[in-house]
């Protein structure tokens, strides 16, 4: 895999999506669903292309920093980790 860039070394020019997965080391269909879901919002060129700037690609990441630290364990499903209510007493 690529080396990533570090947000200092992220200049503000722009770049297609591609560009902008790999330098923040995210896949491109993540990054299509975070414009999807609106936690960015990346500039459109005359052609409809993504044009991604260095705001973008700090964004993004961040994103990935914290999907890795505070995502990585799979969570256990809502019906183990609450307690069962307990019957009503007529």
Known sequence: MGR???PSEVKESIMNVGDAARRSGLPAKTIRYYEEIGLIRPQR????YRDYSGDDIHRLIFLRRAQSRFFHRRLPPVD???PRPQPRQP
């Open 4 to 6: 990533r860039a570090k």
């Open 45 to 48: 060129a005359g052609n409809g």
């Open 80 to 82: 183990d980790a609450l």
